[in-house]
């Protein structure tokens, strides 16, 4: 049974399932978030736990208890988000869809439509085809007013939402190569998670910058899946991400060799201006300023700026984003808006923090 669109003006019941930094973040927009009343919260393993007690800073603005996960509860409310982990939304999503529910994933479980490219980077089982296939990308300044009324969105990855924003412009003009794509992304730690391990330990990371995971991110299959849709074809990219000393944010650079039209940066930022016109939440710099993680913090924006290198013949596109935010529950938020044909930015303006 499918759900119908809520009343105009009626207040959402919403569920979040999932208690991660990503459902925090959540939270927190969706407390300012005009047309969302009720908000039931879901878990695992702390049923009972009042919710400022794992959050203090949502003290005094939100005033609930962690219930035990119920897919038929969960599927009652207007929209359920999970926050869970990779692989656990392959098993709790399906149930709630299956009683007529409304789900918002940002976890990796249906982003992917190929099953076994799934099971290989991920290392866990794929989810049940009939949900991936029907699962919409919500790449959201993207594909838009597509999202409306869609009843699986797959939220994209942090790094994902960044380089595809850089790409998608480009593959669609046919202006790049869609092989020798390299991708050089740079994360805060809050993009590892809340939980304790070495590798975010404050003496590891304080005063270090290292990759990680070089040649085997589960967010390259993702990235050239959803490349190779505005290419025709195949895309390859080589994606080396790092972890740099900061809470939140990313910085992502992206370098493609050119095969249209001669241009310049001038013709280059022109391109990326006509595609994202119209857009809120995409920022393209003028020519010869560049994007700064500090300059989005707290924010659903994704600052974008471009240069030609006519030297050698390279698109060099930078994007910074938040990671919480547009790489995870603002463009969450945003999928919601687009899902019930409100403004995108319902809930989600907001300026930057500074400094």
Not at 75 to 94: K, M, R
Not at 234 to 247: A, D, E, K, S, Y
């Amino acid at each position: 049974m499918e759900r119908g669109t809520p009343e105009p003006g009626a207040p959402l019941t919403v569920a979040v399932v999932g208690t991660g930094y990503g459902s925090a973040e959540l939270l927190r927009l969706l407390l300012d978030h005009p047309r969302v009343g009720a908000v039931r919260l879901y878990t695992h393993s702390r049923e009972g736990e009042a919710i400022d007690a794992l959050y203090p800073h949502l003290a005094g603005f939100l005033d609930v208890r962690l219930r035990a996960f119920d897919p038929a509860e969960a599927a009652a409310a207007d929209v359920v988000f999970f926050g869970t982990p990779h692989g656990a939304s392959a098993e709790l999503v399906p149930p709630v869809l299956e009683r007529g529910g409304r789900v918002i994933d940002l976890s990796g479980d249906f982003r992917l439509q190929d099953g076994a490219a799934y099971e290989a980077w991920y290392g866990l089982p794929a989810a049940p085809a009939a949900w991936r296939e029907a699962a919409a990308y919500g790449l959201a300044d993207v594909y838009g007013e597509a999202l409306r009324g869609a009843r699986l969105i797959a939220n994209p990855g942090c790094y994902p939402t960044a380089a595809l924003l850089a790409l998608v412009p480009l593959l669609r003009a046919g202006t790049i190569e869609p092989d020798g794509i390299v991708l050089d992304g740079k994360s805060g730690v809050s993009g590892a998670g809340r939980g304790v391990s070495l590798g975010v330990h404050f003496a590891e990371v304080n005063e270090n910058l290292r990759a990680y995971k070089v040649g085997r991110h589960q967010h390259v299959p993702e990235i050239e899946e959803e490349a190779a849709r505005w290419a025709g074809g195949p895309v390859r990219v080589t994606f080396v991400p790092h972890l740099v000393p900061m809470t939140r944010g990313i910085l992502m650079t992206v370098y493609a060799r050119w095969r249209g039209a001669p241009t310049d940066t001038e013709g280059l930022v022109d391109l990326y201006r006509k595609a994202y016109s119209g857009k809120p939440f995409v920022r393209v710099l003028p020519a010869g300023r560049q994007p700064e993680t500090k300059h989005v913090a707290g924010t659903n924006l994704a600052d974008l700026g471009a240069v030609f290198d006519g030297r050698s013949g390279t698109a060099i596109v930078t994007v910074a984003i938040d990671n919480l935010v547009k790489g995870a529950a603002g463009q969450a938020v945003q999928n919601m808006n687009l899902l019930f044909g409100w403004p995108e930015t319902l809930g989600l303006r907001r300026v930057p923090l500074f400094p």
